[in-house]
């Protein structure tokens, strides 16, 4: 996979479903740790992290 800006490979990228989004931040809202969370879905804690602070996919909302 290229990136469309910068033309470099994303190599080791993780690209998260809307669905997966969802169930990190639910998990979140249990106490589960971020390193937790982000090893059972392929991401780092700081992928985690800046989800749960809403700086990235702030537009996905948990369910109700």
């Known amino acids: 996979i290229w ?7 994303l190599v080791g ?8 989004v969802r169930e990190i931040k639910r998990l ?3 106490g589960l740790a971020q390193r937790a969370i ?5 991401v780092g ?4 992290s800046r989800i749960l602070r809403g700086e990235r996919w702030s537009h996905v909302q948990p369910e109700a």
């Open 28 to 30: 979140g809202a249990t």
């Open 13 to 20: 990228r993780k690209y998260l479903t809307a669905e997966q």
């Open 45 to 48: 804690q700081t992928a985690v």
């Open 38 to 42: 982000g090893k059972q879905f392929g």
């Open 3 to 9: 990136s469309h800006v910068t033309g470099i490979p």
